[in-house]
């Protein structure tokens, strides 16, 4: 089946320094990669679409500036929290397809989630 | 964008049925998505239903779906202390999730 392995599972930083997130497609290519952040208790907010080869497309409200994605491989896909702050602490977790389409039951396969906290 | 709207709790004794539901407002969607969080864990998918379909069980799981309603639901039979966890609904493009309901199963 689909594998998607999301490293860190969790990390402390200091507030100002920045944070790298990789998502790994194991056994599929994934052309397209889905950034979510959730708030404890709360429903996933997609962050981002991360395309393999060119720019992410961010969702209103995201500072790209701030949360870099690279997608520079058909297998890696990375989120990097750039000048964390206190309030970026939160679970992100990422998603992967091996189809480049949504259709059919496969659904999209998510990663463990990334613990961060900012300190 | 799309609402997906679900109930934020639910507490069951073991053994009972749960019935967890979702409305959403995307009438396009063509396939609609059921999906476990367990604490602290990414997303798992449960099942899924095929929009021209009225139901589908698969084991413990049965989903209903009323398209004219936009209403969906997931029922789990003999609910274990095991399900405890978070159920996400979601659209086709499952860039949209329902808020997520917390099921609490008590032993």
């Known amino acids: 089946g689909a594998v998607v392995s999301q490293h860190p599972s969790w990390v402390i930083c200091k507030s100002g320094t920045s944070v790298k997130i990789e998502c790994r497609s194991l056994?599929?290519?994934?052309?397209?990669m889905f950034w979510y952040r959730q708030f404890p208790k709360q429903s996933l907010m997609l962050m981002a679409t991360?395309?393999?080869?060119?720019?992410?497309?961010?969702e209103q409200g995201v500072e790209k500036d701030k949360f870099l994605i690279n997608h520079a491989s058909l297998t890696l896909s990375t989120l990097t929290v750039t000048s964390a702050h206190p309030e970026d602490s939160s679970f992100y977790i990422c998603?992967?397809?091996?189809?480049?389409?949504?259709?059919?039951?496969?659904?999209?396969?998510f990663g463990s989630g990334t613990r961060l906290t900012v300190v | 964008g799309e609402d997906v709207e679900q109930s934020l709790f639910l507490s069951v004794r073991e053994g009972d049925s749960s019935v967890i539901n979702c409305t959403y407002t995307?009438?396009?969607?063509?396939?609609l998505y059921w999906y476990k969080q367990e604490p602290g864990a990414g997303l798992q998918l449960l099942t899924y239903?095929?929009?021209?379909?009225d139901m589908k069980q698969d084991q413990r799981l049965t989903v209903l779906l009323n398209k004219k309603d936009k209403h969906l639901s997931l029922r789990i039979a003999d609910t274990q202390t095991g399900d405890s966890a978070i159920y996400f609904c979601?659209?086709?493009?499952?860039?949209?999730f329902g808020t997520g309901t917390s099921l609490t199963v008590i032993p």
């Open positions: 998603s992967a397809s091996r189809d480049r389409a949504t259709w059919g039951g496969n659904g999209y396969t």
């Open positions: 056994d599929f290519q994934a052309t397209t």
């Open positions: 991360s395309n393999e080869g060119s720019k992410a497309t961010y």
């Open positions: 995307d009438s396009s969607s063509t396939y």
């Open positions: 239903i095929f929009s021209n379909m």
């Open positions: 979601a659209d086709q493009n499952q860039f949209y």
